[in-house]
């Protein structure tokens, strides 16, 4: 068994008396890619947590390369040769990009002074063999969370590594970008590391990963190879039951509800036409650099366009003013539920709430009968799970923190919804929940724009598509004919 690089067995977690990991286990071999996969609370990251020294297991054993190992900081961890790539991005944002890469492992003179040019010309050309189109002098705060997601892939490659854990690594980058980590992967592999790759998007698992691993509310609950199971099996397993296919249905558009005539943003995008109608879900699709989520921003008021109109029912709306944007009836899902969809410290209620707050007031007071009365109704129809929504929002996992964003979205009763990502870092079965709640509200009458860097998740809801590439328009087709080939022929 000598090409056993890592074993785990038995471990176990708990944070303030509740069991956060019952059994955790996993075998990960030399030159292999394991997939770890679970639902949103499941364990995983509490697992690969005490894997990577950032929290102590409560019991267990895990042994790297035969030999028992419990550590007790990442630093340790990195000592023997196992990195991390986390979940949440943890940039420093007044650095630059080489600065941040190389962190406490700059190149120096004399063992003191930073050699700033050697520095730079290290990261970019660490950069360019990863094929990131990431400039290595760019400051971290003027970088898209794309970019930011590919500097902190490009930071667990430039460490020589046995073990590499990789958590939602692409959960912000497209599919092309997504092409070139995995040629990354398997240059690293290829070289004897072992990978532990954790995903919510399946198509990439069956793609990559040699083995699986499933864990179910904190416990192990299946492995094997990949090649012996298909995309169904896996489903049922992680979320403990077998899912039914929700059919596509072809929807009736109705009358416009948001247009946009000729809107442009120097280097972001440029001349963008569109009409959204009553009744239907325009996907909009691209590669990383297309202009999309910059495009959601400037129509949602976040930014100001060059030139070019945007109008709601029918009526102009003021250029760089969310606020009116909100009164007028448009609401945005932002790309990163953490660092602009939530306010992390407040309550599940007041997360819901906020954007309704003016007309849930009288002369200037907050009437606490109607949030109370708005907010279990939300819950109630999000389904969101949570013992209490006085609890800190930050308590809760990725999927039910992604319902409250769309609660606090569908509170204020717009007309049209915008989605940028929507599923961004959830499940399966979080997925399908986000998915129904966007059927029903534009089968209730209402419009929705829906950007997502999955060609499947733009087809799966899509009536229309429209694909961007380097900020144009390319075309408009229908989502109901569309393959994802042509989808990825026509964006790149």
Not at 98 to 111: D, I, K, S
Not at 147 to 164: P, Y
Not at 338 to 361: M, P, Q, T
């Amino acid at each position: 068994m000598n090409d056993l690089l890592l074993e785990a067995s038995g471990v176990q977690k708990a944070f303030n008396g509740v069991r956060a990991l019952e059994d955790g286990r996993l075998t990960l071999r030399r030159g292999s890619v394991h997939a770890l996969c679970g639902g949103n609370g499941a364990g995983k990251s509490t697992f690969l947590g005490i894997v990577m020294g950032i929290a102590r297991r409560d019991a267990g054993e895990i042994l790297l390369n035969g030999r028992s190992v419990d550590f007790q900081t990442p630093a340790e961890a990195l000592g023997h040769r196992v990195a991390i790539i986390t979940q949440e991005l943890s940039p420093i944002p007044g650095m630059t990009v080489a600065e941040n890469l190389y962190l406490g492992r700059e190149p120096r003179r004399a063992g003191v002074l930073v050699r700033a040019a050697a520095l730079v010309r290290q990261a970019q050309a660490l950069l360019d063999r990863l094929g990131f189109p990431v400039d290595a002098r760019a400051r971290m705060s003027s970088l898209s969370l794309a970019q930011v997601q590919l500097v902190e892939i490009a930071k667990a490659f430039s460490r020589d590594c046995d073990v590499m854990i990789m958590d939602e690594p692409t959960s912000a980058i497209g599919e092309r970008e997504t092409g070139v980590l995995f040629g990354a992967i398997r240059g690293l592999t290829a070289q004897g590391t072992g990978i532990i790759y954790v995903s919510h998007r399946l198509s990439e698992i069956f793609q990559i990963a040699d083995d699986y691993t499933v864990f179910r509310d904190g416990r192990y609950a299946d492995s094997g190879r990949i090649a012996d199971i298909d995309r169904a099996y896996l489903v049922s397993t992680i979320v403990g039951r077998r899912l039914q296919s929700s059919g596509k249905v072809r929807r009736q558009a109705g009358a416009p509800v948001l247009e946009s005539t000729g809107l442009s943003r120097a280097a972001e995008f440029q001349d963008i036409s569109l009409t959204v109608r009553q009744g239907e879900i325009l996907g909009i699709y691209g590669v990383m650099g297309a202009g999309r989520s910059e495009y959601l921003n400037c129509l949602y008021g976040l930014t100001r366009p060059d030139r070019g109109e945007v109008r709601l029912n029918g009526r102009p709306l003021p250029a760089g003013r969310p606020r009116r944007s909100i009164q007028a009836g448009l609401s945005l899902v932002t790309e990163d539920r953490k660092e602009s969809g939530l306010v992390l410290s407040a309550s599940v209620s007041d997360n819901i709430a906020f954007s309704a707050y003016r007309r849930l007031s009288r002369l200037s007071l907050i009437d606490r009968r109607k949030v109370r009365a708005l907010v279990d109704a939300m819950v109630a129809r999000m389904r969101i799970k949570t013992s209490s929504v006085s609890l800190p929002v930050s308590s809760m996992s990725g999927g039910n923190q992604q319902k409250v964003v769309l609660a606090r979205c569908l509170s204020t009763e717009p007309s049209c919804l915008l989605c940028d990502e929507p599923t961004r870092g959830i499940d399966e079965g979080a997925k399908r929940e986000v998915y129904r709640l966007l059927d029903d509200f534009v089968a209730n009458g209402g419009a929705a724009v829906v950007v997502s860097s999955e060609a499947q998740e733009v087809l799966d809801v899509s009536d229309r598509i429209a694909i961007f590439k380097s900020g144009q328009l390319v075309t408009v087709i229908d989502g109901h004919t569309t393959t994802q080939e042509d989808l990825l022929h026509l964006a790149s």
